[in-house]
């Protein structure tokens, strides 16, 4: 049968894909039924939903493609290694959904060749595995620490049970309290787990697709689809990453808490998000394509030659790299302005009367514009003698 035929099959009967987050068969369900009767209602009595936190860990395969792959197409298996470059992202929100903590990314590199001449649009922190360490985690409290107090607020905060998490780092908070789950209940207790991690992947993976689909129907072959995933860089996932992090709708973190069993305003009745599917691709390949990284670690403990090799780096000052591809020089001011007025052409051309878009792109060039008048020299009356 076709992919038309399936569909509309499935969708006759009733039949749809389905994925089992985490590890729910193995949670401990008589752990997770004490925390929810016990600790959970200390919380929601102690804190106001705006002051109760959760933070989780997630690992990011950031140029896996889609189909489910993590060899990439054109290349031989032992070839593809390079679409399973993971970094790690932490996921901070509070219950009621009001304040979406930026992304804390983890990657491998301390200095990557695309974060040359950049302003990094989230925090980073690298080391070998790209994974969370229980210093990198007690760095990052204690800037979430100095915010809450500068704030003036008192907050709550979930975290899983882990080597990555160290209880001695809460003794030094002044204003977060710390709450444990209990051991092999993350699956159930842990709001992040119920689906928020899952629409911050789903719309990061939306504009991959999007990027991918784009430069097919672009027409343009300069190279192949396997060569753009490998200029795909870090820096263009953190951008994404960001956005897609902001789309997140916060109705979405309002019912994961609730699934999780933080119920705001009484009652346990809750609506997954529908994330729409984009073109170019089927439900089953997209959802697939979602998953491809669940089982990444994303933190651990570092051996004693890793954390002596990050020292030596550090003191080295050596800037480390993992791009397959140099990076393009960067555009003059020149290059910028002509870039802006072909992109008013094709707007005026291809936007069908949307003069939103219009307008937007002519804020980009006022944008420019700032930032040429920014990096020019003051010129004194020596210039023209």
């Given amino acids: 049968p076709t992919n038309g035929w399936l569909c509309r099959w499935k969708?006759?009967?009733?039949?749809?894909?389905?994925?089992?987050?985490?590890?729910?068969?193995?949670?401990?369900?008589?752990?997770?039924?004490?925390?929810?009767?016990?600790?959970?209602?200390?919380?929601l009595e102690a804190y106001a939903p705006a002051d109760v936190y959760n933070a989780d860990e997630t690992g990011i395969y950031f140029r896996a493609l889609p189909d489910g792959t993590l060899a990439l197409a054109t290349e031989k298996l032992s070839g593809g290694k390079k679409a399973k470059e993971r970094i790690t992202a932490l996921v901070t929100a509070n219950m009621d959904g009001s304040d979406k903590r930026p992304l804390f990314i983890i990657g491998k590199s301390k200095q990557p060749r695309c974060f040359k001449n950049a302003t990094l649009p989230l925090p980073y922190s690298n080391n070998r595995n790209a994974w969370m360490t229980g210093e990198i985690f007690t760095s990052w409290l204690r800037d979430f620490d100095r915010d809450m107090k500068k704030a003036g607020r008192n907050i709550a905060l979930i975290l899983d049970?882990?080597?990555?998490?160290?209880?001695?780092?809460?003794?030094?908070?002044?204003?977060i309290r710390i709450f444990f789950l209990p051991p092999n209940t993350t699956s159930i207790c842990q709001p992040c787990d119920m689906g928020i991690i899952r629409n911050l992947k789903a719309m990061y993976r939306k504009r991959v697709v999007a990027r991918v689909v784009a430069y097919i129907d672009s027409g343009d072959r300069?190279?192949?689809?396997?060569?753009?995933?490998?200029r795909?860089?870090?820096?263009?996932?953190?951008?994404?990453?960001?956005?897609?992090?902001?789309?997140?709708?916060?109705i979405s973190i309002q019912n994961c808490f609730k699934k999780a069993g933080f119920a705001?305003?009484?009652?346990?009745?809750?609506?997954?998000?529908?994330?729409e599917i984009p073109a170019g691709i089927s439900d089953d390949d997209f959802?697939?394509?979602?998953?491809?990284?669940?089982?990444?670690?994303?933190?651990?403990?570092?051996?004693?030659?890793?954390?002596?090799?990050?020292?030596?780096?550090?003191?080295?000052?050596a800037a480390s790299d993992d791009e397959s591809t140099p990076p393009a020089p960067l555009p003059t001011s020149r290059e910028a302005m002509a870039a802006i007025g072909t992109?008013?052409?094709y707007f005026n051309n291809?936007?069908?009367g949307d003069v939103d878009a219009l307008r937007r792109v002519y804020a980009v060039e006022k944008d420019v514009q700032a930032a040429i008048s920014r990096r020019g020299k003051q010129t004194s009356i020596k210039d023209f003698c």
């Avoid at 009745?269 to 994330?275: R, T």
């Avoid at 403990?301 to 550090?314: F, G, P, R, T």
């Fill in 343 to 345: 992109l008013q052409r």
């Fill in 350 to 352: 291809n936007t069908a």
């Fill in 222 to 230: 300069d190279f192949t689809i396997s060569e753009l995933a490998k």
């Fill in 264 to 275: 705001i305003g009484g009652g346990d009745d809750y609506a997954a998000e529908v994330i």
């Fill in 287 to 317: 959802n697939n394509f979602v998953s491809v990284d669940d089982g990444a670690e994303c933190h651990g403990s570092l051996s004693l030659e890793e954390i002596a090799s990050n020292v030596a780096e550090e003191q080295g000052g």
């Fill in 11 to 43: 969708t006759r009967y009733g039949v749809a894909y389905k994925r089992a987050h985490g590890e729910k068969q193995d949670a401990d369900g008589a752990a997770a039924d004490t925390w929810s009767q016990t600790v959970v209602p200390q919380i």
């Fill in 232 to 250: 795909f860089t870090l820096l263009d996932a953190m951008l994404m990453l960001r956005e897609a992090w902001e789309e997140v709708k916060q």
């Fill in 161 to 175: 049970n882990c080597s990555a998490h160290p209880k001695e780092a809460a003794s030094e908070l002044k204003n």
